[in-house]
């Protein structure tokens, strides 16, 4: 979920959740305790995001391009993001119950509107 606020540095943030049996959330923890006590450097990090809907492109859609050149392949049309930051890991007590919360709202939220 991405942040509406911002640290004053007009800096955004990424807010989400892994459980704990994830492969990915134990590696990220492990990194962000090891940056906090100096042994690394702060951990940058990419995140992938791509858009469910994915759509294939006929060659049929090439009404231009393809009678004058016959050169044409099909291809699919998407949306993906990339992001990369600096890694920080909330512990706090509060965090995960609000993040859950936060979460869920968001996600129902649009299945009762597309109802």
Known sequence: MASDENDGNNLAWLEGHLTCANPHAKAL?????ASKD?????QQVSMLFMHTSQSYISL?????SKPS?????P???YAAAQVTGQLFVDES???????????????????????
Do not use: C, I, M
Not at 29 to 33: C, G, I, V, W
Not at 38 to 42: E, F, M
Not at 60 to 64: A, E, L, S
């Open 29 to 33: 923890l492990e990194a962000s305790k």
């Open 75 to 77: 291809t699919w049309n």
């Open 38 to 42: 100096g042994s690394v450097p702060a």
């Open 93 to 115: 007590p509060t965090f995960v119950p609000k993040q859950v919360n936060d979460l869920t709202d968001d996600h129902e939220g649009r299945l009762h509107q597309q109802q």
């Open 60 to 64: 049929q859609y090439y009404t231009f």
């Open 69 to 73: 050149t016959g050169k044409a392949v």
